[in-house]
């Protein structure tokens, strides 16, 4: 089995930053895109930003030049760092990741926990 672990949320005020992690363990071969979305209370759950295997990024309009998404293929982890952060950025933050088991030819998508940011003064 596959475990995605998240960690770094806070109370944080207007402006302040956090750094998430997401740290990924079991019978792992090899992982391909790795994410966050985020879902705030009466909401959908959003998309926030991506990375492929080969470090290729995408964050969303709402985001850009405010977060930034970054991974460490050794230790099958990644990292959302958040700067300049906003009330509406409050919501339970998750990590995603498509997996390749050991023994397996097929990705399997797997999802966090989630973790709670919120921003207020």
């Known amino acids: 089995q596959v475990q995605l672990v998240e960690s770094g949320g806070a109370l944080v005020q207007p402006g302040g930053s956090l750094r998430l992690s997401c740290a990924a363990s079991g019978s792992i071969f090899s992982i391909y895109t790795m994410g966050w979305y985020r879902q705030a209370v009466g909401e959908q759950r959003e998309l926030v930003a991506y990375i492929t295997s080969g470090g290729t990024t995408k964050h969303v309009d709402s985001v850009k030049g405010r977060f930034t998404i970054s991974r460490d293929n050794a230790k099958n982890s990644v990292h959302l760092q958040m700067n300049s952060l906003k009330p509406e950025d409050t919501a339970v933050y998750y990590c995603?990741?498509?997996?390749?088991?050991?023994?397996?030819?097929?990705?399997?998508?797997?999802w966090g926990q989630g973790t709670q940011v919120t921003v207020s003064s």
């Open positions: 995603n990741a498509d997996v390749v088991r050991v023994g397996s030819s097929i990705s399997e998508n797997y």
